[in-house]
């Protein structure tokens, strides 16, 4: 195959997941005029598996003609050595930021295994996310409205308004525990607050989508019901936004937003501390 | 308060949500010796969010006496320029690796709002990755088998041992559409496959953890029960280990695994394709 500017191999590689690897890596990437055709190389701990890896590492150039992409992460330094003498542009995502903070703050850095996505020494702030998902999940779509009072955030909003995925974001990334409830047919028609969540008021946070957007997705689901209906989707997001002002419960719109972005808004409102993990 | 070499206050700073910069920053941090005071600034589009980041950015160096740290990934460039001159060591995490693929390709980048974490271009990829969120929370914990021929994988296990969480992260990093099944009571005195799962056999994954760890996570939840005796739980495991070598299913201990961790194991026994979002 003759090189191909339009597209290159590009190898994420790590001792670790290589979680981190692959999220920057690709957005580097997003930044150049090429496809990149991803391929990730978690764990790479051994001489076997850097051998493996340089081996299509040396095939990618034969076929292609150019050399691959790799962003890696590698702490043992003989595996380091041997990937940086491979047929392959080297880029290591951590090095340049390691090596300016040493030099600002004079401090001498120690690299180490198992640096994120681990469940580490401080196991405790690991299973605790690991309870607000499962919190969360015992929450989700109204099942239960036990426990609220450990609840960091209540979310509100008609069905299919991206409640759920963002409520379990919310938990996976930020070990947030998180309740949503939705508003269905009784609720629209004399709509109002359930008793439950008068004392947890400030942990109120409402969803909202466009009409257009709410009816294709909701067609999607169930083509042709009333529930997809333009005239259904108006009337509950009008009762619902409604209610949002009446109360002064802080909401936004989800349409074309992404869980993430969806997240990150609904925390800066709400004035929610995040944490990294 | 005095200079305290032992903490130091850091913000992660972006144009959009900044979960790039909080994963990078707390990773690079992890190798230095000191405690970080962490905090987030996302969507900082305007000169309006700048000045309360700048003033925030000054009142830490007053109060601290040193200079807090700012990872950032900022496009616009006077919101760039205000940053760069506030009283902070201030690290773009982006810019070193830009700068290298840029000479080794000799191809010029585009820097681009909204990089990563947006629903998009592709927003066919990202919708298919919120599906596949749906998916796999109806056939959590054995509660649905149907479809199966849309799974992309099947996780069988014992209850707690961390089947769910592992679904779930697989499903919302990685968009793919996972079954898990838990083994109970009946299924243990004679285990054997579900006759559903015959014709997905390639699919199956098995998780297992150690009988001690089992115990401990089952007194959390029903303390002095039969179901956290250490009895019942080497007997659940020794019964589905017996039936993963019987019927060849690759398996892994999840035990002092995080989600992360697991997830990328199974992906790379499993052989699956890894989406990076």
């Known amino acids: 195959m003759k090189n191909d500017s339009q597209s290159r191999d590009v190898f994420y590689v790590s001792d670790g997941t290589a979680i981190t690897c692959e999220t920057l890596g690709h957005v580097v990437l997003g930044q150049f005029p090429f496809k990149a055709k991803e391929k990730t190389f978690p764990f790479v701990e051994s001489t076997h598996k850097l051998d493996e890896l340089i081996r299509e590492i040396n095939q990618s150039y034969e076929r292609n003609g150019v050399k691959p992409l790799v962003f890696f992460s590698i702490v043992v330094p003989e595996i380091r050595a041997g990937l940086l003498v491979s047929q392959a542009f080297c880029y290591d995502v951590l090095e340049s930021l390691v090596a300016q903070v040493k030099s600002d703050l004079q401090l001498e850095p120690k690299p180490k295994l198992q640096r994120s996505h681990s469940v580490g020494k401080d196991s405790a702030k690991y299973f605790d996310r690991i309870a607000a998902v499962e919190y969360t999940l015992a929450h989700d779509d109204g099942v239960s409205l036990k426990n609220l009072e450990q609840a960091d955030l209540i979310l509100l909003g008609v069905s299919r308004s991206g409640k759920t995925p963002t409520s379990l974001y919310l938990a996976m990334q ?9 508003f269905i047919d009784d609720d629209i028609k004399r709509l109002r607050l359930m008793p439950e969540f ?6 109120l946070f409402g969803l909202t989508i466009n009409p257009e957007r709410l009816t294709e997705i909701r067609e999607n689901r169930l083509a042709g019901s009333e529930y997809a209906s333009t005239e259904q989707c108006l009337q509950e997001l009008a009762s619902v936004e409604a209610l949002f002002r009446r109360e002064a419960i802080p909401y936004i719109n989800t349409t ?3 869980v993430e972005e969806i997240s990150t808004r609904v925390l ?7 944490r990294v993990f």
Not at 198 to 203: A, L, W
């Open 174 to 182: 930020f070990g947030l525990r998180v309740v949503n409830y939705p």
């Open 198 to 203: 008068e004392i947890h008021r400030h942990k």
């Open 268 to 274: 800066e409102r709400a004035g929610l501390k995040r």
């Open 256 to 258: 074309s937003l992404s």
